[in-house]
């Protein structure tokens, strides 16, 4: 048996895809700010995060979110 064990970059892109699942966009937005694992690039994760989204689309999702 062989385990694979996947890079920094691969574990941190499923912890985001996981927090993108489960919290609302603006939790995420802050986790990412305080992050500090002082590795990688913020900047590039932030813009790739939320990629195409705009304040008005992030409100409404996490309006959206907390009538749930």
């Given at each position: 048996?062989?385990t694979v064990v996947e890079s920094e970059q691969e574990l941190t892109e499923e912890a ?53």
């Amino acid at each position: 048996m062989s385990t694979v064990v996947e890079s920094e970059q691969e574990l941190t892109e499923e912890a985001i895809g996981i927090l993108r699942r489960n919290l609302p966009p603006h939790k995420v937005a802050r986790l990412l700010s305080i992050w500090q694992i002082g590795r990688g690039d913020y900047v590039k994760e932030r813009d790739a995060l939320f990629e195409g989204e705009t304040v008005n689309s992030l409100f409404e999702q996490a309006s959206a979110y907390q009538v749930k």
